[in-house]
Each structure stands twice: as structure tokens, then as C-alpha cells.
């Protein structure tokens, strides 16, 4: 079985100053991982993937992700916030061993940039 | 921006009435999916396919049903909508090879009186 958990149901930070989303997986084998960004009446938008490799992954709009196998994380974050980037995100995990092409999402997180 | 699209964007229905909630994707994903969401709320899987005429039930049981019968399009029915089918479904799609990223729609958000 594979799960998520996004621990904070919501993170508040000063514009300018850096952010950071929690995630945490579990999956018997190894894990492929995501993080998407949705905006209010929207569907969901894809950031970024760790598939292999190097463990910081650069995504869109100067989002970063580092997947640490210790920890099973992969948290989210971005060095300085923007109010725009006001949103709510989903971490979600694939097992590259099995479960199919299935994507399990955490319960997402609400990102509130403030002045 | 996906090619993957969502009709309607929003719907009011009266309860029992039948209804279909369009998906289409014209990137040619063999795989599809149905997600249903409560605002703000998590992503629950009520529906997938792996290619034409191929459907599978996910995670969260539903009363809808759905129907793959071309590669680009998966439709979802309710053929009795009641309230508590109130929530915003979304459609996502993936190619076949290697661990893709899925696409999704922009949403429709239903509500049933």
C-alpha cells in the first residue's frame, strides 16, 4: 500500500521569505513523487517529479522539492514566496514496484502569502 | 497548459435527475481518471481506465459509472443525482510510458438540489 501525508493543514508565510511544505510518504518499494498546485475553481497543476537521481528537483515557478529516502519526504519549497503563490498543494506518491499507474494525494496543504 | 477538458464547468440539477460530466484529452493518454473533491479538500479516486473499453472502480466507492469507448474520451454518469453527489469532479489523464505526470481538467463543480 503507499500513502501521503501532508502534516499542516495550512502554512502562513511573509512574502519574500521562504517557504516550505511538508510531505511524507510510505510505499513498499520505491517511490515516484509529485507535487501539484491548485488555485480556487481550478484543476490541479503539475510542479514537479522525483523519478531518480539527483535528490533537489527544480520545478515550475522557481518551486524546488528535495526527496530525502531516510526521512521518506519530499518536502516542498520555494526561497522567497510571492503572494500569487497562494494556493493549495498536493503532495502525491506512485510505487515504481507496484500499485499500478495509481497516484495517492496527501489532503493538501492551503499556502497563504501575506504582505 | 493540458489538452484535457471538462464539460460543464459548473451544474445545478434537481435531485434525480440523469446526468453526464464530459472529459476529453486530445494528447492520445491511454489512461484516464475520475477524481472527486470536496472544496478544498483532498482528491479521492472514484474512477480510472487503462485504454478503450477498459474500467475500473478506485478507491472511493461511487454511484456513478463511466464508459471508455474512444481513447479520447471518458464520460461520467449519475443516472439519479441526489445531494449528496454535491462535490467538484476532476478528470486527469497520463501517457504510457515511463512514470508521467497526470493532466487534469479544469473541473465541474456539481451541485444537486
Known amino acids: 500500500a503507499q500513502s501521503v501525508a501532508q502534516p499542516e493543514d495550512q502554512v502562513n508565510v511573509a512574502e519574500g521569505n521562504p517557504l516550505t511544505v511538508k510531505c511524507t510518504y510510505s510505499?513498499?518499494?520505491?517511490?515516484?513523487l509529485f507535487w501539484y498546485v491548485q488555485y480556487p475553481n481550478r484543476g490541479l497543476q503539475f510542479l514537479l517529479k522525483?523519478?531518480?537521481?539527483?535528490?533537489l528537483v527544480k520545478g515550475s515557478y522557481g518551486f524546488e522539492a528535495e526527496f530525502n529516502k531516510s526521512q521518506t519526504s519530499f518536502h516542498l519549497k520555494k526561497p522567497s514566496a510571492l503572494v500569487s503563490d497562494s494556493a493549495l498543494y498536493f503532495c502525491a506518491v506512485r510505487d515504481k514496484g507496484g500499485g499500478g499507474n495509481k497516484l495517492t494525494f496527501g489532503t493538501g496543504t492551503q499556502l497563504k502569502v501575506e504582505l | 497548459e493540458a489538452d484535457i477538458y471538462q464539460t460543464p464547468r459548473y451544474l445545478v440539477i434537481g435531485t434525480g435527475k440523469k446526468i453526464t460530466l464530459e472529459c476529453s484529452q486530445t494528447m492520445g493518454h491511454d489512461k484516464m481518471y475520475w477524481y472527486q473533491q470536496d472544496p478544498g479538500m483532498e482528491l479521492h479516486l472514484i474512477h480510472y481506465s487503462y485504454g478503450v473499453n477498459s474500467t475500473e472502480k478506485g478507491d472511493l466507492s461511487s454511484e456513478s459509472t463511466v464508459s471508455r469507448i474512444r481513447t479520447e474520451h471518458f464520460p461520467l454518469t449519475l443516472e439519479s443525482a441526489r445531494p449528496s453527489h454535491t462535490s467538484q469532479y476532476l478528470c486527469?489523464?497520463?501517457?504510457?510510458?515511463?512514470?508521467?505526470?497526470?493532466?487534469f481538467g479544469p473541473g465541474t463543480r456539481l451541485t444537486v438540489l
Open positions: 486527469a489523464s497520463h501517457g504510457t510510458s515511463g512514470p508521467n505526470e497526470q493532466f
Open positions: 522525483y523519478i531518480t537521481g539527483d535528490n
Open positions: 510505499v513498499s518499494g520505491n517511490p515516484y
